[in-house]
């Protein structure tokens, strides 16, 4: 057994050891983690400084999972039942697929999206990779993967290069990402041996998921550091919840961390309307907010998009905050710095006498000159 897997097995999964370690009576998360599996990693549990604080809110079942009634909230709210062609495979936008490797996590996140699925048995079998490959390779159009889950890296890694290999073999397919909460919650799965075996299938993404800075500890800085040195690129992704990173000031320090480990936020979420856990959603102001106190007050780089996976498979759609462009017409855009500063951009005059379209209907925007 290699290491990572003896960390896994040393995480909580029953609520008997739950109510040992942290004082949960088991009686009251009974009926929860039997619907909602539980897994809390030896490295996430070191995380958690305080009763209820981020690390804590992110994998502690609570009660408040089993409240049911909010009319808008759905077990599959994304639709990716229906965007289905091949068990496993989501096909939702025009060049690029999703496909689930596992039902495995190495935790539990009580506000996941597949809450629906995660926990139970289940990896991509042989069969199925079959049906995938042979969908993937009469659709020519898909140059891009991703793996998700579950949490892909959760599969040994033979497993994982039978899928790479055979993915591989499509010529079309110009790019795999894996998307993983492996490097910040296990990260003693990063070895150099899965680095060196991934490294064969480049051009290779990946997209981690964290949530908090306290989630980033010299562990969680080296596996980072290693996947980068395979020359990986590596993107972020964090879920905006309330309690747990809602505070433009716990965003910024979290995405400043980010890059010091070399990893580009890439994706801020608005919290999916997902059964069970309406207790993290915010109001999108709040994202808006965040959005306005990351941009020009720190690294460009580190100004992930915020969006909304909208609801019934409409797919990810970036929201930003509407008070940068002030006004636009023929000859000018006035537009608002970070400081609140406004300043002129005068346009050029349009090409061939053709009138190009505004893309900004001016009826939308407040006229600085009236007021
Ligand atoms: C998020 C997602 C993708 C990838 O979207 P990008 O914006 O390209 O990162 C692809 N398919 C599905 C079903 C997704 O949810």
Same mark, same amino acid.
């Given at each position: 057994m290699e290491q990572w897997q003896k960390d896994l097995k040393e995480s909580i999964v029953d609520v008997e050891t739950l109510e040992k370690v942290l004082g949960i009576p088991a009686d009251e998360v009974r009926d929860i983690v039997e619907e909602y599996p539980m897994r809390i990693t030896p490295h996430v549990l070191s995380r958690i400084k305080n009763e209820g604080d981020a690390i804590w809110k992110q994998v502690v079942p609570t009660a408040e999972e089993g409240n049911l009634d909010a009319a808008c909230e759905a077990e599959d709210p994304l639709h990716e039942e229906k965007d289905s062609p091949v068990p496993g495979l989501v096909h939702r936008y025009p060049d690029r697929v999703l496909l689930v490797v596992t039902n495995q996590c190495p935790i539990y996140c009580r506000f996941c999206t597949r809450k629906r699925f995660?926990?139970?048995?289940?990896?991509?079998?042989? #069969?199925? /990779?079959?049906?995938? *490959?042979?969908?993937?390779?009469?659709?020519?159009?898909?140059?891009? @993967? %991703?793996?998700? $889950?579950?949490?892909?890296?959760?599969?040994? #890694?033979? /497993?994982?290069?039978? *899928?790479l290999?055979?993915?591989?073999?499509?010529?079309?397919?110009? @790019? %795999?990402?894996? $998307?993983?909460?492996?490097?910040?919650?296990?990260?003693?799965?990063?070895?150099?041996?899965?680095?060196?075996?991934?490294?064969?299938?480049?051009?290779?993404?990946?997209n981690l998921h964290f949530n908090h800075p306290d989630e980033i500890t010299p562990e969680v800085a080296k596996a980072c550091g290693m996947l980068a040195d395979a020359g990986i690129p590596l993107g972020s992704q964090t879920v905006l919840m309330e309690g747990v990173n809602d505070d433009p000031e716990v965003m910024k320090r979290l995405m400043q961390k980010l890059l010091a480990i070399r990893v580009k936020p890439?994706?801020?979420?608005?919290a999916d309307l997902v059964r069970g856990t309406h207790h993290f959603r915010t109001r999108v102001e709040k994202g808006l907010k965040i959005i306005s106190a990351l941009r020009g007050h720190t690294s460009g780089m580190g100004v992930p998009h915020?969006?909304?996976?909208?609801?019934?498979?409409?797919?990810?759609?970036?929201?930003?905050?509407?008070?940068?462009?002030?006004?636009?017409?023929d000859e000018e855009v006035i537009v608002?710095?970070?400081?609140?500063?406004?300043?002129?951009?005068?346009?050029?005059?349009?090409?061939?006498?053709?009138?190009?379209?505004?893309?900004?209907?001016?009826?939308m925007l407040p006229n600085p000159k009236s007021d």
């Amino acid at each position: 057994m290699e290491q990572w897997q003896k960390d896994l097995k040393e995480s909580i999964v029953d609520v008997e050891t739950l109510e040992k370690v942290l004082g949960i009576p088991a009686d009251e998360v009974r009926d929860i983690v039997e619907e909602y599996p539980m897994r809390i990693t030896p490295h996430v549990l070191s995380r958690i400084k305080n009763e209820g604080d981020a690390i804590w809110k992110q994998v502690v079942p609570t009660a408040e999972e089993g409240n049911l009634d909010a009319a808008c909230e759905a077990e599959d709210p994304l639709h990716e039942e229906k965007d289905s062609p091949v068990p496993g495979l989501v096909h939702r936008y025009p060049d690029r697929v999703l496909l689930v490797v596992t039902n495995q996590c190495p935790i539990y996140c009580r506000f996941c999206t597949r809450k629906r699925f995660v926990g139970s048995p289940g990896t991509l079998t042989p #069969d199925n /990779l079959e049906k995938v *490959v042979s969908y993937l390779s009469e659709h020519r159009e898909v140059r891009d @993967i %991703i793996f998700s $889950g579950g949490d892909p890296l959760m599969v040994v #890694d033979m /497993l994982l290069e039978r *899928v790479l290999k055979a993915l591989r073999g499509i010529p079309h397919l110009e @790019i %795999i990402r894996i $998307g993983t909460r492996v490097p910040g919650t296990l990260p003693s799965r990063i070895t150099e041996k899965l680095c060196n075996m991934l490294k064969a299938y480049h051009p290779l993404y990946m997209n981690l998921h964290f949530n908090h800075p306290d989630e980033i500890t010299p562990e969680v800085a080296k596996a980072c550091g290693m996947l980068a040195d395979a020359g990986i690129p590596l993107g972020s992704q964090t879920v905006l919840m309330e309690g747990v990173n809602d505070d433009p000031e716990v965003m910024k320090r979290l995405m400043q961390k980010l890059l010091a480990i070399r990893v580009k936020p890439y994706y801020i979420y608005q919290a999916d309307l997902v059964r069970g856990t309406h207790h993290f959603r915010t109001r999108v102001e709040k994202g808006l907010k965040i959005i306005s106190a990351l941009r020009g007050h720190t690294s460009g780089m580190g100004v992930p998009h915020y969006v909304i996976d909208a609801p019934q498979g409409g797919g990810k759609i970036a929201i930003l905050p509407q008070d940068t462009l002030l006004y636009m017409d023929d000859e000018e855009v006035i537009v608002k710095n970070y400081e609140d500063l406004t300043f002129k951009y005068p346009q050029p005059a349009q090409s061939n006498g053709v009138g190009e379209e505004s893309s900004i209907p001016l009826s939308m925007l407040p006229n600085p000159k009236s007021d």
